[in-house]
């Protein structure tokens, strides 16, 4: 990638939903990454360590109890936070488009695909009716759905799941946005249509020049689609580095944990290996280190204080004692829980 700017940055982003008089959660909790034109960025992590609120974020698509409450989200040098919501609805769809990881959902189903794509070029291209029906069906073939001519007066339910990832991702590029987010977007699919879905989307991400936010918990599609990644615990980034670099040298004890519970032939136990508990309550994490009561490594002062994110080797930078000044580097060491 020739051009070094930076066209999405975030930085210390927090938010957190105010449940009640007692209860806060801090579901992104001091979160900060950049992506340049046309890179992959992958965010990973279990269910509940803040990825797709980090993504809802950046669209300021959060309802109440929740609230961004301090940092800054820009992109290409435009600040968003203090956009107001109408200010957001042009950016939105236009500028920034998002793929839902269950696209019967996302989509109308009182609406036909044809209705649900002209109306975003309507709206953001200012295209007329017949304009944008031409458009929509352009953009359908585009994406590899056969007869578009016909699927355009369909509606969601009679389209297959992979069609209608495939009429997401036509609505999401149909104003060829500066970035992508997609958000588990092969979640609901089968195996072989995962895979043709993550291709188009490669394929229209070289076509358009996108940059895509892929947030994921599959290590295996990061290590083959994303150019940078950064893992997710707890609603903070514990470990942030290129992809080839993190399946290489995974540093963070979570990290480690999901490329150990991944099935591969070369183990023979009959069990996978699992982190042992869950992510807790993002209103109740523990006082020091959001992993700790999970780690295999834990030491005292990881129950005391949260570590910070620093750089323990070029460009690699973890969240964990280990690697600060006097911790022991566990490169080398495999996990109790994998032995």
């Known amino acids: 990638m020739g051009d070094e700017r930076n066209l999405l940055m975030i930085e210390q982003l927090k938010t957190y939903f105010y449940l009640d008089e007692n209860r806060v959660a801090k579901a992104v909790d001091g979160v900060s990454l950049s992506i340049k034109p046309g890179e992959t960025f992958a965010l990973v992590g279990e269910s509940g360590s803040g990825k797709s609120m980090t993504a809802l974020s950046i669209l300021q698509l959060i309802n109440k109890p929740g609230k961004i409450i301090d940092g800054s989200v820009s992109l290409d040098g435009m600040e968003l936070i203090s956009k107001t919501d109408k200010e957001m609805s042009k950016i939105r769809g236009n500028d920034i488009s998002m793929i839902f990881q269950e696209p019967m959902t996302a989509l109308n189903p009182v609406f036909t695909i044809g209705d649900q794509i002209t109306e975003i070029l309507r709206k953001h291209k200012g295209l007329k009716k017949k304009e944008a029906h031409n458009r929509a069906v352009e953009l359908l073939d585009i994406v590899g759905i056969p007869r578009a001519n016909e699927i355009i007066h369909e509606y969601p339910h009679q389209l297959s799941g992979g069609m209608r990832q495939r009429v997401m991702i036509a609505m999401a590029i149909s104003c060829e946005p500066k970035l992508l987010i997609a958000d588990e977007p092969t979640t609901a699919l089968d195996v072989t249509i995962q895979s043709q879905i993550l ?128 911790g022991a580097d566990i490169h080398e060491t495999a996990s109790p829980a994998a032995k």
């Open 199 to 326: 291709d188009l989307l490669k394929e229209m991400q070289e076509k358009f020049n996108m940059a895509v936010l892929l947030i994921t918990h599959d290590l295996g599609v990061v290590a083959e689609y994303a150019d940078r990644v950064a893992v997710m615990y707890g609603g903070q980034i514990v470990e942030q580095t290129s992809a080839k670099q993190l399946i290489k040298e995974m540093k963070h004890p979570y990290s480690k944990g999901l490329i150990q519970s991944l099935p591969s032939f070369k183990k023979t136990q009959s069990r996978l290996d699992a982190i042992p508990g869950t992510i807790p309550p993002a209103y109740d994490f523990p006082h020091g280190c959001r992993f700790s009561a999970r780690c295999p490594f834990v030491m005292d002062i990881c129950t005391q204080s949260n570590p910070e994110l620093i750089e323990a080797a070029s460009d690699h930078h973890v969240r964990c004692f280990l690697y600060e000044e006097g």
